[in-house]
C-alpha cells in the first residue's frame, strides 16, 4: 500500500521528530479513512509501549495526537502533536518528549513505528512495523544516571535513519 515504509529518519532531542518515508508517493486525500501513522513509545522500561502518536488525515491534511496505552480501561488522548506532510512520501511528527512519564534514572526508551493501510490492494488491514527487528533504544535525554547503557547496532549520534527490510507490496 502507499504506506509501506522505505525508512524513518529521526533527529533526537528532548522533542525527538520522526520522519517516516513511504516507498511511492500519496496524497492526504488518498489515505483518509484508509491509513494510519502509529509512533509508539515504551517510557516506563515494561515490555510493552505506554504511548502512542496517531497520524490519521481529515482529507486535506494530516493530524496528530498523543495518547497514553494504558494497560487496563480505555486508551486516553492526552494532546495534538505536531504533525505534516514533509514530501510527497513522507509525514513528520514531533514528539515532546518532556510531556511524557519517564524517570529521570531511566538510561533509555524505546520507540517504534507503525503504519495501517487498506484499500484496493490490501483489502485486509496491510500492516508496517519497523523496524522489523524491534524497538530502537535511545537515550533518555533527561536521564541523570551515569550508568552505561548497552547500544544496538544504530551509532549514537543525534540523527538517525532506520531503514525497512521488506519491499512495498506491489
Avoid at 41 to 56: C, E, M, Q
Avoid at 131 to 145: C, H, I, M
Wanted: glycine residues 6%; hydrophobic residues 35%.
Amino acid at each position: 500500500g502507499p504506506l509501506d515504509v522505505r525508512r524513518i529518519d529521526v533527529i533526537s532531542r528532548r522533542t525527538p521528530r520522526f520522519e517516516v518515508i513511504t516507498w511511492r508517493g500519496w496524497t492526504a486525500r488518498e489515505i483518509w479513512d484508509h491509513g494510519f501513522g502509529l509512533v509508539r513509545l515504551d517510557t516506563f522500561g515494561s515490555s510493552r509501549f505506554d504511548y502512542y502518536a496517531l497520524i490519521r488525515s481529515t482529507g486535506t491534511r494530516l493530524r496528530g495526537d498523543l495518547f497514553r496505552d494504558r494497560e487496563r480501561g480505555s486508551d486516553r488522548r492526552l494532546f495534538a502533536v505536531r504533525t505534516s506532510k514533509a514530501s510527497r512520501r513522507s509525514f513528520r511528527v514531533r514528539i515532546p518528549l518532556e510531556r511524557l512519564r519517564m524517570s529521570r534514572s531511566r538510561a533509555v526508551y524505546r520507540w517504534e513505528v507503525q503504519t495501517l493501510f487498506v484499500g484496493s490492494r490490501c483489502r485486509r488491514t496491510c500492516f508496517d512495523f519497523v523496524p522489523d527487528q524491534g524497538p530502537v533504544r535511545e537515550t533518555n535525554p533527561f536521564a541523570t544516571t551515569t550508568t552505561i547503557v548497552p547500544t544496538t547496532t544504530i551509532p549514537t549520534t543525534t540523527t538517525m535513519s532506520v531503514t525497512a527490510t521488506t519491499t512495498p507490496v506491489t
